[in-house]
T-cell receptor, first 113, second 112 residues
Framework: EAGVAQSPRYKIIEKRQSVAFWCNPISGHATLYWYQQILGQGPKLLIQFQNNGVVDDSQLPKDRFSAERLKGVDSTLKIQPAKLEDSAVYLC???????????FGNGTRLTVT | GENVEQHPSTLSVQEGDSAVIKCTYSDSASNYFPWYKQELGKGPQLIIDIRSNVGEKKDQRIAVTLNKTAKHFSLHITETQPEDSAVYFCAASTYGNNRLAFGKGNQVVVIP
């Protein structure tokens, strides 16, 4: 089966600019997650979707981050305006029914200068 | 929320030896414990997982043990090979919500 697809692979922007990341989960996976992975640390959950509804966004900095999952399939994560501390790899993951394991994409590496 | 800690941060082993990585967790309600392997430039890949109703699980050269009383679990890699070199992450979540809390990762280096 095809894995989780993410684009772009790399993005370099200046602080205060905006950026968007795209994710296409594994076909049929109802649950989609966005994680932030800062260099040298483990992934941190930003937001979890079940179909097109938000299940948990308690760790999403809502003053600058937003995410949507229209039609319950692919998803976009946006940062506006970006800060230096947003430099990280943004990972998308998806899982199937119930307690199925999470499958990760290869991420988007964001550098904010 | 759940807090997961990993030790040691870096582990070097000779090819053919065993590697053991330990994790502790804080939330006694956690009952799902996966291990992920991350290679440079790639996303984390699930290598093995265990649920709280099981004390040990093995898959070829990889095994995971769980001690719920002490709230720690460990990854065991036997007969290590150069391709085992990577960063390994442990994680924990509660049955039903699938929200994984990750440790900081362990860099495993297998010396040929």
């Amino acid at each position: 089966e095809a894995g989780v697809a993410q684009s772009p692979r790399y993005k370099i922007i200046e602080k205060r600019q905006s950026v968007a990341f795209w994710c296409n989960p594994i076909s049929g996976h109802a649950t989609l997650y966005w994680y932030q992975q800062i260099l040298g640390q483990g992934p941190k959950l930003l937001i979890q979707f079940q179909n097109n509804g938000v299940v948990d966004d308690s760790q999403l900095p809502k003053d600058r981050f937003s995410a949507e999952r229209l039609k319950g399939v692919d998803s976009t994560l946006k940062i506006q305006p970006a800060k230096l501390e947003d430099s990280a790899v943004y990972l998308c993951a998806s899982s199937g029914q119930g307690d199925s394991p999470l499958h990760f994409g290869n991420g988007t590496r964001l550098t904010v200068t | 929320g759940e807090n997961v800690e990993q030790h040691p941060s870096t582990l070097s082993v000779q090819e053919g030896d065993s590697a053991v990585i330990k994790c502790t967790y804080s939330d006694s309600a956690s009952n799902y414990f996966p291990w992920y392997k991350q290679e440079l430039g790639k996303g984390p890949q699930l290598i093995i997982d265990i649920r709280s109703n099981v004390g040990e699980k093995k898959d070829q050269r990889i095994a995971v043990t769980l001690n719920k009383t002490a709230k720690h679990f460990s990854l065991h890699i036997t007969e290590t090979q150069p391709e085992d070199s990577a960063v390994y992450f442990c994680a924990a979540s509660t049955y039903g919500n699938n929200r994984l809390a990750f440790g900081k990762g362990n860099q495993v280096v297998v010396i040929p």
